[in-house]
């Protein structure tokens, strides 16, 4: 297991001009990124839907490199997406899994049969020509320049230190730092995509 | 006995085209076959298929977000499920959207078995989502007038398919 913000540091020298959904890293890949302009910070607009929504950006954007931090929850919320994913195969899409083996902004519960769950096999099973799994960083590191460089779909599931939150949500500390609809017009404006 | 009017495969297809239409993201319902036949045909169209109707919509979301214009085409049912992702990936993210939703269970007349038809007005009011009926050919400029409405509002804008396209009978 590693930080998940380690990981998004090393992440960070590699990423060039992808556009990032960091889904709920958001708020370290928000201090680390920068090219906040390419980054799509939404938060947690509904639970299970970043990979879908990473999916049709790469759909809409194909020259454009489009990676996504998922996260274990949202996808076992959400198996089905990877069949969709797997089916159209976009090159330019990169689909990372940060496992914490819980649910951390409820208190940590874990997800079902949070230990023995290999995601790598879920993905493959479901057509991803590429699937990979990490538990170690330095293997991650040494290894992540070349799967940003093999045309996607690229599947990486990466078991991370659970970042328990226990404080009810009214009272945590806000991370974003423009609203989702800014987030999205930055990101239009950057790509000249016309509103 | 005169003959009943319908809502054409074609003259739907028409209207996405129409609308500039680029991505049609769907999970079939029971009589949409023959659209689906001619969506395949259309060049322009990329279908995405999905198996949970809450997914449409945030994959919808993210081509939106793009620059392209998708149409989510689901059943009521379905719709009801996707209540979180219409909340969250559509109206948080002020996405312009026009879902095509098959209206299971409606009859003009208003008495139904089907609970699904029961509670689909019902749930796009909870959500303040506005809604046009199309039960034939003659009602099909609602659909422009959705995506017209769906542009100018940032909003979701839902068609009600009284009638799913007499998808089996050809």
Same mark, same amino acid.
């Given at each position: 297991?590693?930080?998940?913000?380690?990981?998004?540091?090393?992440?960070?020298? =590699?990423?060039?001009?992808?556009?990032?959904?960091?889904? +709920?890293?958001?708020?370290?890949?928000?201090?680390?990124?920068?090219?906040?302009? &390419?980054?799509?910070?939404?938060?947690?607009?509904?639970?299970?839907?970043?990979?879908?929504?990473?999916?049709?950006?790469?759909?809409?954007?194909?020259?454009?490199?489009?990676?996504?931090?998922?996260?274990?929850?949202?996808?076992?919320?959400? &198996?089905?997406?990877?069949?969709?994913?797997?089916?159209?195969?976009?090159?330019?899409?990169?689909?990372?899994?940060?496992? @914490?083996?819980? =649910?951390?902004?409820?208190?940590?519960?874990?997800?079902? @049969?949070?230990?023995?769950?290999?995601?790598?096999?879920?993905? +493959?099973?479901?057509? =991803?020509?590429?699937?990979?799994?990490?538990?170690?960083?330095?293997?991650?590191?040494? @290894?992540?320049?070349?799967?940003?460089?093999?045309?996607?779909?690229?599947?990486?599931?990466?078991?991370?230190?659970?970042?328990?939150? @226990?404080?009810?949500?009214?009272?945590? +500390?806000?991370?974003?730092?423009?609203?989702?609809?800014?987030? &999205?017009?930055?990101? +239009?404006?950057?790509?000249?995509?016309?509103? | 006995?005169?003959?009943?009017?319908?809502?054409?495969?074609?003259? /739907?297809?028409?209207?996405?085209?129409? #609308?500039? /239409?680029?991505?049609?993201?769907?999970?079939?319902? !029971?009589?949409?076959?023959?659209?689906?036949?001619? $969506?395949?045909?259309?060049?322009? %169209?990329?279908?995405?298929?999905? !198996?949970?109707?809450?997914?449409?919509? !945030?994959?919808?979301?993210?081509?939106?977000?793009?620059?392209?214009?998708?149409? /989510? %085409?689901?059943? #009521?049912?379905?719709? $009801?499920?996707?209540?979180? !992702?219409?909340?969250?990936?559509?109206?948080?993210? #002020?996405?312009?959207?026009?879902?095509? *939703?098959?209206?299971?269970?409606?009859?003009?007349?208003?008495?139904?078995?089907?609970?699904?038809?029961?509670?689909?007005?019902?749930?796009?009011?909870?959500?303040?989502?506005?809604?046009?009926?199309?039960? #034939?050919?003659?009602?099909?400029?609602?659909?422009? *007038?959705?995506?017209?409405?769906?542009?100018?509002?940032?909003?979701? *804008?839902?068609?009600?398919?009284?009638?799913?396209?007499?998808?089996?009978?050809?």
């Amino acid at each position: 297991m590693f930080h998940t913000a380690d990981m998004l540091k090393i992440f960070q020298q =590699y990423r060039g001009d992808a556009i990032v959904v960091p889904g +709920r890293s958001g708020r370290h890949w928000t201090e680390i990124s920068t090219r906040p302009e &390419l980054d799509v910070p939404l938060g947690d607009p509904a639970m299970g839907g970043h990979a879908s929504f990473a999916f049709g950006l790469a759909m809409a954007l194909p020259d454009r490199k489009v990676v996504v931090f998922d996260s274990e929850g949202d996808l076992l919320m959400s &198996l089905g997406t990877l069949a969709t994913i797997a089916e159209h195969a976009p090159r330019n899409f990169y689909h990372f899994l940060l496992d @914490n083996e819980c =649910y951390a902004t409820t208190g940590g519960q874990p997800v079902p @049969n949070a230990r023995n769950i290999a995601y790598d096999a879920i993905a +493959r099973g479901a057509g =991803y020509q590429q699937a990979f799994a990490f538990d170690r960083l330095e293997e991650l590191a040494i @290894n992540l320049s070349g799967l940003l460089a093999r045309p996607g779909p690229v599947f990486v599931a990466m078991k991370v230190v659970p970042e328990i939150q @226990n404080e009810p949500i009214g009272r945590r +500390r806000r991370w974003q730092k423009r609203s989702r609809e800014q987030v &999205l017009k930055d990101l +239009r404006d950057a790509l000249g995509i016309a509103t | 006995m005169t003959e009943q009017a319908i809502l054409s495969p074609e003259t /739907v297809l028409a209207e996405m085209k129409k #609308n500039g /239409v680029t991505h049609v993201v769907w999970l079939p319902d !029971s009589e949409t076959n023959w659209l689906y036949l001619l $969506m395949k045909a259309e060049p322009s %169209l990329t279908l995405i298929a999905v !198996s949970r109707e809450g997914l449409a919509l !945030s994959a919808a979301a993210g081509l939106s977000a793009g620059g392209k214009t998708p149409i /989510v %085409l689901i059943q #009521n049912t379905g719709m $009801m499920e996707s209540g979180d !992702s219409l909340r969250g990936w559509v109206l948080g993210l #002020n996405i312009p959207l026009v879902l095509l *939703v098959g209206y299971r269970g409606w009859t003009r007349h208003g008495v139904t078995q089907d609970t699904a038809a029961t509670y689909t007005e019902r749930f796009l009011n909870a959500f303040g989502v506005n809604y046009y009926l199309v039960e #034939n050919d003659a009602d099909a400029p609602r659909i422009s *007038v959705a995506f017209e409405e769906a542009r100018k509002s940032r909003r979701p *804008v839902a068609m009600l398919v009284g009638d799913e396209y007499h998808g089996f009978n050809r």
